[in-house]
């Protein structure tokens, strides 16, 4: 069954919005923020006014937004880097454009808000680049996935190298960037490029409910999930059981979590269930 596209329940507020290039919009459900691509015409590829978009966003993000959805219009989330953008740099040029786009997508990475993909259609080169830099990710069955540099004699510069292997492993990177080779959705889900895999029509849905789920998390949380999770995983173990430990006295420690065990504790919080 497709579900109907959640409407929003109001309007974005004038801040940072106003600051955005027209290929994004953004909607607000109460504590949840939807960023949308909205470049449908070129299946919503990336050109810098929309990367720099991304960093804007997050860099100062609408008050009271706990949580962020990042949807693209069209049939399409996006098939990565616009091409009438890839101009002839030298070499210094093609560096500091590298980094702008490491950047952009750190920021959103390692900002303080939880951000959930909405895949369908081509996720592909920078587009892939783009998802592998948010914290959830949901397919829905047209979703496609890519990395059509090698074909072209580049090599991926947003960020690629360093986030995707860690969803699929370098060497199902290599053969997607040596062969041309395309993974549907079903093989996108199998291999970890996304965490859910929903009917047509539904991902929008799936991916709200999903970040009310988180906005509702104590902030505390949430911060430790985005912040030192990351770093304790790319850490030795001694150094990653002190964060560990530094992490959970803090997240123990605040108000919001002491109320939520003694609710727990009284019968009034819910249990785990399958």
């Not at 997050?58 to 009438?84: I, T, Y």
Request: aromatic share 4%; hydrophobic share 45%; net charge negative.
């Amino acid at each position: 069954m497709t579900s109907a596209a959640p409407q929003p329940e109001q309007p974005a507020g004038e801040g940072v919005e106003a600051l955005l290039p027209k290929s994004l919009q953004v909607e607000r459900h109460d504590d949840v923020a939807v960023l949308r691509l909205t470049r449908a015409a070129k299946r919503n590829a990336l050109d810098d006014p929309t990367v720099l978009g991304i960093e804007t966003f997050f860099s100062a993000p609408p008050a009271g937004v706990k949580a962020v959805v990042l949807d693209a219009e069209g049939d399409h989330f996006c098939a990565g880097l616009d091409l009438s953008e890839l101009t002839e740099r030298d070499a210094f040029e093609g560096l500091e454009h590298s980094m702008m786009w490491h950047r952009a997508f750190e920021r959103m990475e390692r900002g303080r808000l939880p951000v959930v993909a909405v895949l369908t259609g081509a996720v592909i080169g920078g587009g892939l680049e783009l998802a592998s830099a948010t914290h959830l990710r949901v397919a829905e069955p047209s979703a496609f996935y890519a990395l059509p540099e090698g074909q072209h004699g580049l090599f991926v510069g947003g960020g690629g190298s360093v986030r995707v292997p860690r969803l699929i492993g370098a060497h199902r990177m290599a053969d997607m960037m040596l062969t041309g080779r395309v993974l549907d959705a079903e093989d996108g889900q199998a291999l970890g490029l996304s965490h859910y895999l929903v009917g047509p029509g539904e991902g929008l849905a799936k991916a709200l409910e999903l970040a009310r789920t988180i906005a509702a998390n104590s902030p505390v949380t949430n911060f430790a999930v985005l912040q030192a999770l990351p770093r304790i995983a790319e850490a030795n173990p001694a150094e990653g059981y002190l964060m560990e430990s530094m992490v959970a006295a803090l997240a123990g420690s605040s108000e919001q979590a002491q109320e939520r065990m003694r609710a727990f504790l009284a019968g009034r919080g819910g249990r785990v269930r399958r």
